[in-house]
């Protein structure tokens, strides 16, 4: 069954640093979604990405972060200058339809991303 | 705002027992309602989903069925596997919303055999 990938499994990065977490979404899939869950906490939605633009973005996705699908097959998220607050699990997932008609998301495994 | 609350983990029973994880939901229209569950060390998968009023969802054992008059989807299953221990989390699709998931706290299922 097709799934989607994350990489890396684990990142370490100073504060302060550029981090890019890589997703490679399900290959006839058109919608692409950034969540992340900080320990303890709840799933939080960051970004959707369709037909090769932001269609919506929460609070949290602010000027720090930016997505990009730079080749047709991976999906990026870029945070610019990392904190201590932005060490989470973050979670890649796509749909084949616009996820508020009911089609399903489907994730990777996730990126643990750990800010020092 | 919309949102999702489900029962505080961890739940833990033993093999063979009947399973209820609650969910209840806060949302304006008609949301579509998932139950996704996370296995250790893995991502999330979608377990069922719900997407109108008295739907059920069903999977692997577990139904789940969309109550608009008590806003809730509880989880359910007549008979826990070892295997099934993982977090069980509740979301909703928004409706104003085409993209966005809102999700619920999540809760750990252990099961002793």
């Known amino acids: 069954e097709p799934e989607v990938t994350q990489t890396p499994s684990h990142q370490v990065t100073q504060m302060g640093q550029e981090v890019i977490l890589r997703c490679v979404p399900i290959?006839?899939?058109?919608?692409f979604y950034w969540y992340r869950q900080i320990l303890g906490q709840k799933v939080e939605f960051l970004v959707s990405?369709?037909?090769?633009?932001?269609?919506?973005k929460s609070e949290i996705f602010d000027d720090q972060f930016s997505v990009e699908r730079p080749d047709g097959s991976n999906f990026t998220l870029k945070i610019r200058s990392t904190k201590l607050e932005d060490s989470a699990m973050y979670f890649c997932?796509?749909?084949?339809?616009?996820?508020?008609?009911?089609?399903?998301?489907?994730f990777g495994n996730g990126t643990r991303l750990t800010v020092t | 705002g919309d949102s999702v609350t489900q029962m505080e983990g961890p739940v833990t029973l033993s093999e063979e027992a009947f399973l209820t994880i609650n969910c209840t939901y806060t949302?304006?229209?008609?949301?579509?309602l998932f139950w996704y569950v996370q296995y250790p060390g893995e991502g999330l998968q979608l377990l069922l989903k719900?997407?109108?009023a008295d739907d059920k969802g069903s999977n692997k054992g577990f139904e789940a069925t969309y109550r608009k008059e008590t806003t809730s989807f509880h989880l359910e299953k007549g008979s826990v596997q070892v295997s099934d221990s993982a977090v069980y989390f509740c979301?909703?699709?928004?409706?104003?919303?085409?993209?966005?998931?809102?999700w619920g706290a999540g809760t750990k299922l252990i099961i002793k055999p």
């Open positions: 949302a304006t229209g008609y949301p579509s």
């Open positions: 990405f369709y037909n090769n633009e932001i269609s919506e």
């Open positions: 719900a997407t109108k």
């Open positions: 979301a909703l699709s928004k409706r104003d919303s085409n993209y966005q998931l809102i």
């Open positions: 997932a796509s749909s084949e339809a616009n996820g508020g008609t009911g089609s399903p998301l489907h």
């Open positions: 290959s006839n899939h058109l919608y």
